[in-house]
Structures are given as structure tokens and as C-alpha cells.
């Protein structure tokens, strides 16, 4: 069966992989696809959810035009039918940027690029199954089935971007894109033998103010991420990562829309109760949530690389890896003769600023989209602390502050941009990063509310349900 929708994109259902690229004509690609399929579900087995389900209300992707791109229904997730999907072809497409601007969009991966598009394609591969190990084990938690299926909504999408990156390295890549396939279900979050690539995806999600936190500052360098692979030559990713950030959006909900139910619920408690200090009292208080914030942040600008790279400069160059919203840019899009200032460290070593060539400083660029996007979600949690008549605010930190990549890796900040000794550091890092003490509170909050309509005690429940349906309605049948 092949459903069709606007653009008549729709993906074939009754092949083993649904998908709308053709499959079924090529026999070689899809045997070795299908001979992955198996690793894949016993590494979903093995490193996914592991909360017992029978079923899941979860959105199945089965079209990629712009009307009725996805279904809903009660699914069990190991039977998810994860497909390959490439959003429509732009006819007559032609590169963006680059020193090959204005040339036709590439089908094939040209030869001279080869190791680089698959070092990209791998890098965002590695994330997508990382993210649902770090949080393989939050079902236990759930604060309510609302949320869980949320959780598991998020996840089971990550294991098709996983798959969309699959396919191109198998479609595009043979002998060694195959090997990197296997590699990607080989490579496991927090292993000391073959970790994740990126220092993020390394970190714990023991607990769901984590999640949302993830969600919110990980998921949309994600989003940044696919953005700029939006932007790339070679059409098939391209057209891959347009797909991708259809659903990504709802990721971000779930994390903009998590932090602000927290919030709401502390700055509740902490009118009715006339305090500043809700610890004890069922709520996450606002300094913990504060540095929960500023780890996620931090390590998230990690994700952007070096301010200056000359692996970036390269990508674009080459016409692999644009820059956010390309074709808004008001520039000659090769930036041979620009130049861009970045954050750096002066030459006595303080946190300062210099002038770079352009091309070298897009990390810089992206990253800097990035904040303005990040700020967004302080505004809006600042705006419910307001309505709800309170002082406190919430901020991001300085972009020195806990780095661990790029020019402020060798040095401490505090979370207001002042360069700070070793010794104070480790005098006041406890006020601003999450503690021992503030993970063992937040997670002896996370009881799982598993009965229809009910939530846990630190969080306000949503305003809307999913895809119209009300809060109480039964997201998840536990088994
Ligand atoms: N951790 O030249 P530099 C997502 C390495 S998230 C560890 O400054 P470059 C998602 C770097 O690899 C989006 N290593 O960096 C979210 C390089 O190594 P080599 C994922 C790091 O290359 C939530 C060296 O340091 N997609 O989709 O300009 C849930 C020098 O680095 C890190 C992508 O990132 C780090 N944080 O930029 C699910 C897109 N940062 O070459 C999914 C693809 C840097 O010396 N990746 N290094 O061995 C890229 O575009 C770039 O590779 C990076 C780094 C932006 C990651």
C-alpha cells in the first residue's frame, strides 16, 4: 500500500521498511538495509525504553507532503514502523553557498567529499540512538501518561533519524558506510570502551527536569544542527534533514512546555506557601532548577565545536554544511573575503573577543543563532515567575561559563563572564552546577504517576493533550 497525500509522497507500507525512496528498485540496498533491521531492534530490545508497555499513542510519519504528514494510534512500540523518508525534491535545486554556488544540487556523493559528508552524516547519526539510551530508563519515573508517552513519542523518533542516517550511509556509502551502520548500534552513551562521539551524549538523563532540560537546549542544537545539513549539496541529506526538523519541532515542546510546567508549579508553591524555598515542600526550587539549566546550556554550546574550525570552514567551502536560514543572508554566500569576530581569550588570557575570517568562524555563527533561540525559553519561564508576582528570574549563563570545547576549555568562568582561579571555582561551582545533594532531592521527587488524568506533585499539568485529546485521555497501557 502507498499512501499519497499533497505532493503524492507518500511512503510504501507494505514493504518490511516503509519508505519513499524506491526500495523495492534496488534489491542490493534493500537486502543490506534489511539485514541491519534486525541489529537495530535487538539494540531497541536491549538500549530503549525499558519500561514494560502493550501500547503506545504515539505519531507514525507516512507522508511528507504538507497536509497529514504523520497518523495516530495506540502502537506497540517495538512494532513502530520506522521508515525512510526524504522530504519532495526541489526540481532544478542549486547550491546555496560555497565555492561551487549556483552548480546543480548533487545525487551522488562526489568523491573528493567522501570522507567528510560521512564524518557529517556519522557525527549526526551517533546522536540520535545516544539520546534514547540516556533516557531509556525515565519510564520508571513518568509524572504522568501524558508525559510518558511523550517520552516514548521522542524516542521512537530518534530511532528513525538513526534510520534516515542509516539509510544514507548505506545508500551512498557501501563497504564503509555499511560498517559505520553497525558502529553507530556498537558505540553506547557513557561507555568507557566506545562512548558516544559528542561529550553530551555522554551525560546521565537520570531524571525528568534533565529530560525537559535536554530537550529543551540538546534537542535544538539539533535542530541547528539539521539546519545547516539542510542547507548541504548533497540533496539526499538535504532532503533528509528537512524531514528530520518536522518532527524535531515537537521535541522542543515537549521541552519548552516541560520547563514551563515546572516552573509554573514552583512559582506556585512558592505563593501559596510565601517563600522563596520550596525544597521539602514537593517542588523543585528555583536556584536547583537554575543549575540544571546552566549544565545543560553549557555542554549544549559544547555541541557547536571550536569558535574557530577549520573543519567548518572546510564543510562550507566545499558546499557540505551551510549556515542557518542560508538564503536569508544578505552576503555573496562564499565569505572569502569576510570577516566575523568571535569570542576567544585575549593574549593575556581573559575572556575577550577577535577577528576572524568568516569561514572559519561559522561554529561562532551557528552558536550565536543558537542563544538568541535559547533565550526565547528564559523569557518565557521569566514571564510565568512575573505573572505569578515573584523577583527571581532565571538566565543563561556566560558562554565561557563550563566548557569543555573551543577557546574557554582551559579556563574556569563564572556564570556572569569573570574569569575565576581554580580554587575560587571549586569554592563556588556547588552554587552553580547541580550538586549531589540537588540530584538526590530531584530524583527522590520522580515517583511515577501511572493512573489516567493525574500528575506528580512538582510539575503543573499541560495545557493541551495530544493531537486533541484531552490530558486524561489513556496515552500509555502499561503491561
Ligand atoms: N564533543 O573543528 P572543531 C542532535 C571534536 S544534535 C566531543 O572545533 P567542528 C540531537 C571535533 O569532532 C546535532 N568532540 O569542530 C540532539 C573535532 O574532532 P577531530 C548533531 C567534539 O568539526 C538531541 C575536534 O573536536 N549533529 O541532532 O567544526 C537528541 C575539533 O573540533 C565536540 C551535528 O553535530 C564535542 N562537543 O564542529 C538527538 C552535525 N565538538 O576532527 C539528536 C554534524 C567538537 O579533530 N557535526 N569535537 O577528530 C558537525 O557539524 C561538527 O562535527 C561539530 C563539530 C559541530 C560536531
New binding site residues.
Given amino acids: 500500500m502507498t499512501t499519497t497525500g499533497a505532493g503524492g509522497t507518500g511512503a510504501d507500507y507494505s514493504e518490511k521498511i516503509p519508505n519513499n525512496v524506491s526500495l523495492h528498485e534496488d534489491r542490493r540496498l534493500q537486502r543490506a538495509l534489511e539485514s541491519w533491521q534486525p541489529n537495530f531492534l535487538n539494540w531497541w530490545q536491549e538500549m530503549g525504553p525499558a519500561l514494560p508497555t502493550r501500547d503506545v499513542y504515539l505519531r507514525t510519519a507516512i507522508n511528507v507532503g504538507r497536509e497529514g504528514w504523520a497518523q495516530f494510534g495506540h502502537v506497540p512500540m517495538r512494532e513502530y514502523r520506522w521508515g525512510i523518508f526524504l522530504a519532495e525534491r526541489a526540481p532544478g535545486r542549486t547550491i546555496g553557498f560555497g565555492e561551487h554556488k549556483g552548480e546543480p544540487a548533487w545525487d551522488q556523493v562526489p568523491g573528493e567529499y567522501r570522507s567528510e559528508l560521512r564524518r557529517?552524516i556519522v557525527?549526526?547519526g551517533d546522536?540520535?540512538p545516544a539520546?534514547v539510551e540516556q533516557q531509556r530508563n525515565l519510564g520508571a519515573t513518568a509524572p504522568s501518561l501524558y508525559d510518558l508517552r511523550n517520552l516514548f513519542q521522542v524516542n521512537v523518533e530518534?530511532g528513525r533519524?538513526l534510520w534516515a542516517m542509516v539509510y544514507l550511509l548505506h545508500a551512498h556509502f557501501g563497504r564503509d558506510g555499511r560498517d559505520e551502520a553497525e558502529e553507530l548500534l556498537r558505540r553506547n552513551s557513557g561507555s568507557i570502551e566506545s562512548p558516544r562521539?559528542?561529550?553530551?551524549f555522554n551525560e546521565e538523563t537520570p531524571d525528568w527536569l534533565s529530560f525537559f532540560m535536554f530537550t529543551y537546549f540538546?534537542?535544538r542544537?539539533?535542530k541547528y544542527?539539521?539546519g545547516t545539513?539542510k542547507e548541504s549539496a548533497f540533496d539526499p541529506l538535504s532532503r533528509t534533514c528537512e524531514f528530520m526538523l518536522k518532527e524535531e519541532a515537537h521535541h522542543m515542546m515537549v521541552g519548552t512546555t516541560g520547563v514551563d510546567r515546572i516552573v509554573e508549579r514552583t512559582a506556585q508553591l512558592m505563593v501559596e506557601q510565601d517563600t522563596d524555598d520550596v525544597t521539602g515542600r514537593g517542588a523543585i526550587p528555583l536556584p536547583v532548577i537554575q543549575k540544571y539549566l546552566n549544565f545543560h546550556y553549557s555542554v549544549s554550546l559544547?555541541?557547536?565545536?571550536?569558535e574557530t574550525?577549520?573543519?567548518?570552514a572546510n564543510y562550507y567551502t566545499a558546499g557540505l554544511?551551510g549556515r542557518w536560514m542560508e538564503d536569508r543572508r544578505r552576503d555573496d554566500h562564499r565569505l572569502t573575503s569576510d570577516a566575523i569576530t568571535v569570542d576567544a581569550l585575549t593574549e593575556d588570557g581573559e575572556i575577550g573577543q577577535t577577528e576572524v575570517a568568516a569561514v572559519t568562524g561559522l561554529?561562532t555563527d551557528l552558536r550565536r543563532e543558537y542563544i538568541a533561540d535559547c533565550q526565547t525559553g528564559v523569557s518565557r519561564w521569566n514571564k510565568i515567575l512575573a505573572d505569578a508576582g515573584l523577583p527571581q528570574r532565571l538566565y543563561l549563563p556566560h558562554v565561557a561559563f563550563n566548557r569543555k570545547?573551543?577557546a574557554f576549555a582551559g579556563i574556569e568562568a563564572s556564570p556572569d563572564g569573570r574569569k575565576l582561579g581554580t580554587d575560587e571555582w571549586d569554592r563556588h561551582k556547588a552554587n552553580w552546577l547541580p550538586t549531589d545533594v540537588d540530584k538526590t532531592y530531584v530524583r527522590a521527587l520522580m515517583q511515577p504517576v501511572y493512573e489516567r488524568g493525574k500528575i506528580a506533585a512538582w510539575i503543573a499539568p499541560p495545557r493541551h493533550g495530544i493531537n486533541g485529546q484531552p490530558f486524561d485521555y489513556d496515552y500509555v497501557h502499561l503491561s
Fill in positions: 557529517l557525527i549526526q546522536t540520535e539520546s530518534e533519524h562521539i559528542l561529550g553530551a540538546t534537542d542544537d539539533g544542527q539539521l545539513l559544547d555541541l557547536f565545536g571550536g574550525s577549520t573543519n567548518v554544511k561554529n570545547v573551543g
